[in-house]
């Protein structure tokens, strides 16, 4: 119960990598604000943590409204974010010159407009505590690239320097920023690769298998946790060997 007392908010909690995130921080103690744009299912997610406590919110974290809203709230009912897991992110994949405005936009604003929003907004408090745990869910495509990805690689890359910068600022206000960098991972978002890509796609992985959420969450409870009061400004890649 490393994370007694503490309170973590998990945009995308709903489902996927940010439902086993939410999980795990539960697990470890820790009352859990679940943000995502539908409520009911963020309710429902929540509901279903163990433990007591734990919150479902609306929020697009596209609009820094919406953000600020979700912010004040999760001050008033549950005194503040101790840790903030930047984990909501979409993907509208095409090819660069069938990438249409829109496309471009709704992943860069969701993906990196989104932790920009959620980590002014939350760092307010944390500067008051003097203490807080940022933990933003960027992609191993944001160091390698991808074809089809354009959007979504520059908007993963760009939370790599928002990481590092954000660190370096808050370093003096007891705020820890890192970022996890996963590979591919067993969820809604990559379910709609064919069986024989996914085929294709684990030979590539030195552990030859996509990755489960729940890879992903134990390297956050980590990145949250005491063990980890020292590492700010990084990067894990949490991928299974697919970048070596
Ligand atoms: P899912 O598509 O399974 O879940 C996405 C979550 O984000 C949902 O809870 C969704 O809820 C929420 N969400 C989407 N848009 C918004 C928004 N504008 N505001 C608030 N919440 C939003 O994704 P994964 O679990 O696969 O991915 C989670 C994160 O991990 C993403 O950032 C993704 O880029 C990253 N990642 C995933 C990889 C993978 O292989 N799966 C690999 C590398 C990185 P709702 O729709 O209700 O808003």
Do not use: C
Request: aromatic share 2%; charged share 20%.
């Amino acid at each position: 119960m490393e994370l007694k007392g503490q309170v973590a908010l998990v945009t995308g909690g709903s489902r996927g990598i940010g439902l086993a995130i939410a999980r795990d921080l539960a697990e470890a103690g820790a009352t859990v604000a679940v943000a995502a744009r539908d409520e009911a299912r963020a309710q429902a997610a929540a509901a279903e943590l163990p433990g007591s406590g734990h919150r479902g919110y609306a929020v697009d974290v596209a609009s820094s409204e919406s953000v600020d809203t979700l912010i004040k709230s999760v001050d008033a009912d549950l005194s503040g974010v101790d840790i903030l897991v930047n984990n909501a992110g979409v993907t509208r994949d095409n090819l660069l010159m069938r990438l249409k405005d829109e496309d471009w936009d709704a992943v860069i604003d969701t993906n990196l407009r989104g932790a920009f929003n959620t980590i002014r907004a939350a760092s307010r408090g944390m500067m008051k505590k003097r203490a807080g745990r940022i933990i933003n869910i960027t992609s191993v495509v944001g160091i390698t690239g991808n074809k089809g990805q354009a959007n979504y690689a520059a908007s993963k890359a760009g939370m790599i320097g928002l990481t590092k910068s954000v660190a370096r600022e808050l370093g003096s206000r007891g705020i820890l920023v890192n970022a996890i960098a996963p590979g591919y991972i067993d969820t809604d978002m990559t379910a709609e690769l064919p069986a024989a890509a996914r085929e294709a796609l684990a030979g590539q992985i030195t552990l030859g298998r996509l990755g489960d959420p729940a890879d992903i969450a134990g390297v956050v409870r980590f990145l949250a946790g005491p063990a980890a009061g020292y590492i700010t400004g990084q990067l894990l890649v949490v991928d299974g060997g697919m970048v070596i």
